[in-house]
């Protein structure tokens, strides 16, 4: 290509243009004692020329590597001689080494063809699968099959157009740069047609340039008045079929001839890197900072700014949204006119997003794939993707909250967390595993691995690993613990804190278990109304309304109800007998066990005071008080208890005394008649 030197004296002067192809370098300096400004300026097609450097002095040997066309301006002059040059560098397009001796025997440079020798000297040899042969004339081969590689750059489209009057481009040439085609249909045409002859035409004019063929020769079966437009900043490869005056061409979309600068479309915008088919095709000036590579990415952009698009149909919709990032295929489609500041990255993230949806984040294929709400965040394979009009949503996981389709509030963390939920579900959050994956109700908070997986009902926590993971229509349940309240299916109103506590109920309601393995070690069954506080508390039981306080506290009670124990191992031999009450710590006074066992009575009558029931008199440790008397006293085993009524406190005062001389006193509520 040719090269360019110049001496400016004056401002306002330009020195000649210089075309540098993908792929090849130059140099450039700038020489000389002066006083001005020299800026060296790059165009990529359009009319706009943007600055690549400023100086008001000299400047070394410098390489230019980034293709388009190149020209010096001076904006300021006052003396001196300024002196530029821009100076194409001998690149070398490829070798052939002999595999032997690591000698290069043939060189392609773009000054021409160097060959030293034979590819293989002797007799012919093998090397693995690959066979030398022997005394190979590489020169005698090159010149047989060699492609024309040569070019002829800054070529000046015919004005006013026509076939008749179009420039001819050389049949000695294979790559043709059209510098200059000041306005749409100026021409040029292709040479006499050779059979599989190639040439590649490349406008890098301000305007659509014309191509026609010489004679009568068609193209694409395009009559030969008509020809073929290429657009400014593309370029089209010609393939000889039919020879001669009256043959055909063949056409074919070149390769984009750039990969990085500003905007080659026709736009007048600044600061757009653009590459595909069609990418950014839309833009007219006014959007500036955006980067778009693949087939018709970014192609609605008008006036949109600083948006990054980069796959086949990324960001196909917008046109004046901005600060957008959309890399995968189909990636952020649909977003359009008021859309901006959203993330998509993998193919079909927040594909159908539109109109009004803004600040979404989408990572991971299909992630928010059919978003339309805003300030969502998907992060892993088919996260939220049915998500529509939801917002404020947050899933981190592979199909995490994947079903949900108008939800709000939604935080899912883990893989499959929330994923098969699909109305409602509002206000849930999800970390774990599979934790809430069923969940289609409001309110529901878990956390563990698998924690309640298969809930449906609402307002449930379930904090653990496999906490409530068996539940479905539960409603207002908290279970805070490893496999706490485990095997409940449908009932509500239970609390299970501890590891495997509330682990026997099923289907009952309103239990409560506080501590380790508390009302959770029976086989399950649906049990109601049971509380238990304290490791092993109820452990067994598989009945209803008993009431149990302190380590092993009823910890044998299996079939008996309503009973009441307070204190460490309170009641801890009772099996199946309902409606007793058991206060303090048999292992203190494991001889007198009947004294630590003293039972009160459960039913009161009504007479002239609240009096206590005499059912078999000792036989089950129950006796009958009467109110505001004098207290009585009865002997029981080797101790004795005497007991009273104060009606005006509404108390039962029991006093024991044990054959040690320990006493114990004991005040226990009685309800009013």
């Avoid at 230019?64 to 690149?91: K, N």
């Amino acid at each position: 290509m040719p090269n360019v030197s110049h001496t400016f004296t004056a401002a306002g002067e330009v020195s000649d243009t210089f075309f540098l192809p993908k792929g090849e370098t130059a140099t450039y300096e700038v020489t000389g004692t002066f006083d001005a400004t020299l800026i060296l300026e790059r165009n990529r097609g359009g009319a706009a020329w943007v600055p690549v450097l400023t100086t008001t002095d000299t400047v070394a040997e410098r390489r230019l590597l980034q293709p388009g066309t190149y020209r010096f301006r001076c904006s300021v002059y006052a003396s001196g001689d300024p002196t530029i040059a821009i100076d194409d560098v001998d690149d070398i397009l490829w070798q052939v080494v002999n595999p032997r001796t690591g000698e290069v025997v043939a060189q392609l440079n773009e000054s021409g063809l160097t060959v030293s020798g034979f590819t293989n000297e002797g007799a012919e040899t093998t090397t693995g699968d690959q066979i030398f042969s022997a005394n190979v004339d590489i020169a005698g081969i090159l010149s047989a099959t060699l492609v024309n590689l040569a070019q002829e750059t800054g070529l000046t489209a015919h004005a006013g157009g026509g076939q008749a009057d179009a420039l001819e481009l050389s049949a000695t040439k294979t790559l043709h740069i059209v510098g200059t085609c000041a306005t749409a249909a100026d021409s040029v045409k292709l040479p006499t047609v050779v059979a599989d002859a190639f040439h590649r035409v490349i406008n890098m004019g301000a305007a659509a340039l014309q191509v026609y063929g010489s004679g009568t020769a068609t193209i694409n079966g395009i009559a030969t008045g008509t020809g073929i437009s290429i657009p400014v900043g593309e370029g089209r490869d010609f393939h000889g079929g039919t020879a001669g005056a009256a043959g055909t061409w063949r056409m074919a979309t070149a390769p984009a001839t750039f990969t990085s600068g500003e905007n080659p479309t026709a736009s007048d915008a600044t600061n757009n890197t653009l590459g595909g088919t069609s990418a950014g095709a839309a833009l007219i000036a006014g959007g500036t900072g955006n980067t778009l590579f693949g087939k018709s990415a970014g192609d609605a952009l008008t006036t949109g700014d600083n948006n990054v698009a980069i796959g086949l149909d990324a960001l196909g919709a917008s046109t004046t949204g901005g600060k957008q990032v959309a890399i995968g295929y189909q990636a952020m489609m649909a977003m359009d006119t008021d859309s901006s500041e959203s993330v998509a990255i993998g193919a079909e993230a927040l594909k159908t997003a539109a109109s009004g949806s803004y600040v979404n984040v989408a990572v991971g294929a299909a992630a928010l794939k059919l978003a339309t709400g805003s300030n969502n965040t998907a992060v892993g394979w088919n996260a939220g993707t049915a998500v529509s009009s939801g917002v404020e949503n947050s899933f981190l996981g592979c199909l995490a909250g994947a079903a949900a389709t108008t939800p709000s509030g939604l935080v899912a963390i883990g893989n499959s967390a929330l994923s098969l939920g699909t109305t409602g579900c509002t206000e849930n959050t999800a970390v774990g595993w599979k934790a809430l994956r069923a969940s289609n109700a409001d309110g529901n908070t878990a956390v563990g691995y698998n924690a309640a997986a298969a809930v449906t009902g609402g307002y449930n926590t379930a904090v653990g690993v496999r906490a409530m993971e068996a539940a479905t229509s539960s409603e207002l349940c908290v279970a805070i613990g490893s496999y706490a309240l485990q095997n409940l299916t449908t009932g509500d109103h239970n609390v299970g804190v501890g590891n495997a506590a509330g682990g026997t109920n099923t289907s009952g309601a309103a239990n409560t278990a506080v501590g380790s393995n508390a009302l959770g070690g029976a086989a399950a069954t649906a049990i109601n109304g049971n509380t238990a506080v304290g490791e092993g508390a109820l452990l067994v039981c598989v009945a209803n309304y008993n009431t149990a306080i302190g380590s092993a506290a009823l910890s044998g009670v299996t079939s008996g109800s309503a009973n009441i124990g307070i204190g460490k191992y309170a009641g801890c031999t009772v099996t199946t007998t309902s409606h007793g009450l058991y206060i303090g710590d048999v292992t203190q006074h494991a001889s007198d066990y009947a004294i630590d066992s003293v039972t009160i009575a459960s039913q009161l009558a009504a007479t002239t005071g609240p009096v206590w029931s005499n059912r078999n008199t000792f036989t089950d440790r129950q006796f009958t008080a009467v109110p505001n008397s004098a207290p009585n006293s009865a002997h029981i085993t080797n101790s004795t208890v005497t007991w009273w009524v104060d009606e005006a406190g509404h108390t039962l005062n029991a006093r024991l005394k044990y054959a040690d001389g320990t006493v114990k006193n004991i005040t226990t509520p009685i309800p009013v008649s």
